[in-house]
């Protein structure tokens, strides 16, 4: 069953930047649309971004749109998840999942959820 890892996260202050990474083991993530969510205390599990099989179509949450780039890595196996200007408003518990299209967080996703990575802006 195909498990991916997130990893990357961390405590920046507000307008600081992270990048986020998700992989997995024994499977292509080329092969897959990757889409990026998160979790905040108390609210349902949103997207963030996604990019389609291939890395021909990026989208983006209003909200991450100019702040946030998807990109893969194919070499290494990984989509990274490039976040600046952060806000407080962008803390969260941060997954990734692969998906058959990009199709949101209600959509169908390969194997399990992951534990994520912890997102914290604060000063």
């Known amino acids: 069953q195909l498990q991916v890892v997130e990893s990357g996260g961390g405590l920046v202050q507000p307008g600081g930047s992270l990048t986020l990474s998700c992989t997995a083991s024994?499977?292509?993530?080329?092969?897959?649309?990757i889409g990026w969510f998160r979790q905040a205390p108390g609210k349902q599990r949103e997207a963030v971004s996604c990019i389609s099989l291939g890395g021909v179509t990026t989208n983006y949450q209003d909200s991450a749109k100019g702040r946030f780039t998807i990109s893969r890595d194919s070499a290494k196996n990984k989509v990274n998840l490039h976040m600046n200007g952060l806000k407080p408003e962008d803390t969260a518990i941060y997954y990734c999942?692969?998906?058959?299209?990009?199709?949101?967080?209600?959509?169908?996703?390969?194997?399990?959820w992951g534990q994520g990575t912890q997102v914290t802006v604060s000063s």
């Open positions: 024994g499977y292509t993530l080329a092969y897959y649309a």
């Open positions: 999942a692969a998906q058959p299209f990009c199709s949101g967080s209600n959509g169908e996703i390969f194997g399990s």
